[in-house]
């Protein structure tokens, strides 16, 4: 690879590859400071391009355009879908952030620095095929998803989600819920965690990430798998939580029978089970919910609702769904047995969720002192740190 070199047309004539082109362009800053900026970033640029990408993710080419640069890679089809992708894209953002170390600000003091912009695009050459085109309209496309500030970094994380859900790389952990006058659990919630990644951080950035992506039908699935194959402990008077986001029932493919085969695979029963609709997003159609909670309940599944009190929508999607549980946000619980106001706003729940017959859950209880409150209060169940951490499923 020569800086000044253009991909030529020979190379998809052996085999089939896996391609990737890289757009980089600086822009905001003008007059004879944009120019000894530019120069300055041009030789920085092209001092870190082999120390940033290594095999097998080096490039095949690379070309200044006037003052932007474009990095084009290629690689002979690999057995592991996606890792290619993965590759090249850790090393496309550290390298982008390698250029954006702050050494010229030190030296041009005042000077109105250049916004960086990077974007990506991929392909794949066919033996025989030309590249004239698909390399124009990768371009394109690369330059295009340069004006979105995290393009590499979704582009990352795009890959790494398409990797835990090919390895099905998700665990299940189970956090109890118990019955706080009896002291014995009314059930588990089960709580997702990705393997063995260092680009999502938790399960609420992977599933933020999936929602966007338009893969969180699929990672919901993976999830609600996981959950049911690793609860064989569960007793069979105790209930299993599963979340369930609302985006998902809406999903056309989503097909409630199968969540019952698999439930009858593990030796557990639809009235074992508890529906946990999430607020990752809004219900953009109550009316299509209700009829596929009609169908879940006919079965014997019940339904909660999370995360009550944390916003207006949590109440209507109590008045629209008619739940069996409604859990109260954390928000509410921490501190309830110092501050009046979140013991009023509490009251008031748990006298309506009496009248309606809705059994009320307390989440987020860490210390003594609310435990005791919310007992005098007369919540009947609770889920916190003080009562049980996450983790396997204990036996019966």
Known sequence: MALGTYPGPGISRVADREAALLYFYWSGAAGNAASLIEARWKKRAEELLLESFSEPARPYAAKWL?????????ADKQEEPGRFRRELMSSARAYKQRLLEPALREELPGAPLPSLHAGCAFGEFKRGEGTARKLHEMAREAMQNGQHEDALEDAL?????????????????????????ERRPL????LSRPMNTDVFNGPLPLFEFAERAGKD??????????????????????KLFLNLSPRI??????????????????????????????????????????????????QGYKIAIDDVGAGYSSLLSIVELRPDYIKVDRSIVSGLHADTFKEHMLGTLVEAADRMGIALI??????QQELDKLISMGVHYAQGYLLGRPGPMAGP
Request: aromatic share 8%.
């Open 66 to 74: 006037h003052n932007d640069l474009m990095l084009f890679f290629c």
């Open 217 to 238: 039908y699929a990672l919901d699935r993976l999830a609600r798998e996981r959950a049911i194959s690793g609860s064989a402990g569960l007793a069979k008077e105790q």
């Open 362 to 367: 307390a989440e987020g209880v860490e210390t």
């Open 249 to 298: 029932i809406d999903a056309p493919q989503f097909a409630p029978w199968k969540t019952l085969a698999l439930l009858e695979s593990h030796g557990l029963t639809p009235d074992q089970v508890v529906f946990e609709i999430t607020e990752r997003s809004s219900i953009r159609d109550f009316g299509s919910v209700q009829r596929v909670l009609a169908h879940y309940r006919s």
């Open 187 to 190: 059930g588990y919630e089960a």
């Open 157 to 181: 994380r795009l890959g790494e989600l398409e990797r835990l859900l090919e390895n099905q790389a998700l665990r299940s952990v189970y956090q109890p819920i118990v019955d706080i006058r």
